[in-house]
T-cell receptor, first 115, second 115 residues
C-alpha cells in the first residue's frame, strides 16, 4: 500500500495569512487529491492535483484560494490563501493506487485552526 | 442529486456486542462503494470495496453488504473491540467511463465502544 505523509500535522494561523501543506507519497502514483473535512462533516473533494498541469477544481473551490502544485508523481502541495476562521478544517491528501485495484489511500491530515 | 446518507449519526455499544451501520445513496451511475474507518486525528483507512455485482465482502470482523437495486449498503461489526471506536465513512464512486469518477462521501457514523 502507498504510505502518505503530510506536513505540517497541525498549525494555528492568523487571519489573512496563508498556509502551505505538503503531501509526500512513498511511491509514484498517477492521481493525487486534496480534501477538506470541516468539524463534524464529511470529506469534501477540493481538487485533483495533476502532474505537470493545472489542478482540476471541484465546484465551489478556486485556484486563487487553493493553489495546488504537483511537480512530480510523489509530491504535491496545497496552499490555503487569505485565511479566515471558516477555513479551520482538516485538510487531507489522498492517492489512487491502481496497483491495489484502484485503492484510495489517505494521508493523516493537517489540522488547521485560523484565529 | 447525488448524495450519500449514513445512519445513525452516532452509536454507542458495549465491548463484545455487534452493530450495523447503514448507508443509502443516490449516486448514479454507480461504480463502486467503499467503507472507510477514520480514527481520531488520522486519515481514513479502507475496510472494503464493492462493485455493483458484489453483495457482500468481509474483512475480518467487518462485513459489508450491498443492494444495488435499493441503493443501500451496511457495515456489520462483529464482537466489537475498544479499538473499533472511530468514524465509519461510506464513499460511493460515480461511474465515469474507464476512469475513477467523482467520490461522494457520507458524513460518517461515529461509533464508540465502551468497556
Amino acid at each position: 500500500s502507498a504510505v502518505i505523509s503530510q506536513k505540517p500535522s497541525r498549525d494555528i494561523c492568523q487571519r489573512g495569512t496563508s498556509l502551505t501543506i505538503q503531501c509526500q507519497v512513498d511511491s509514484q502514483v498517477t492521481m493525487m487529491f486534496w480534501h477538506r473535512q470541516q468539524p463534524g462533516q464529511s470529506l469534501t473533494l477540493i481538487a485533483t492535483a495533476n502532474q505537470g498541469s493545472e489542478a482540476t477544481y471541484e465546484s465551489g473551490f478556486v485556484i486563487d484560494k487553493f493553489p495546488i502544485s504537483r511537480p512530480n508523481l510523489t509530491f504535491s502541495t496545497l496552499t490555503v490563501s487569505n485565511l479566515s476562521p471558516e477555513d479551520s478544517s482538516i485538510y487531507l491528501c489522498s492517492v489512487l493506487d491502481r496497483v491495489f485495484y484502484n485503492e484510495q489511500f489517505f494521508g493523516p491530515g493537517t489540522r488547521l485552526t485560523v484565529l | 442529486k447525488n448524495q450519500v446518507e449514513q445512519s445513525p449519526q452516532s452509536l454507542i455499544i458495549l465491548e463484545g456486542k455487534n452493530c450495523t451501520l447503514q448507508c443509502n445513496y443516490t449516486v448514479s451511475p454507480f461504480s463502486n462503494l467503499r467503507w472507510y474507518k477514520q480514527d481520531t486525528g488520522r486519515g481514513p483507512v479502507s475496510l472494503t470495496i464493492m462493485t455493483f455485482s458484489e453483495n457482500t465482502k468481509s474483512n475480518g470482523r467487518y462485513t459489508a453488504t450491498l443492494d444495488a437495486d435499493t441503493k443501500q449498503s451496511s457495515l456489520h461489526i462483529t464482537a466489537s473491540q475498544l479499538s473499533d471506536s472511530a468514524s465509519y465513512i461510506c464513499v460511493v464512486i460515480l461511474q465515469r467511463g474507464s476512469t475513477l469518477g467523482r467520490l461522494y462521501f457520507g458524513r460518517g457514523t461515529q461509533l464508540t465502544v465502551w468497556p
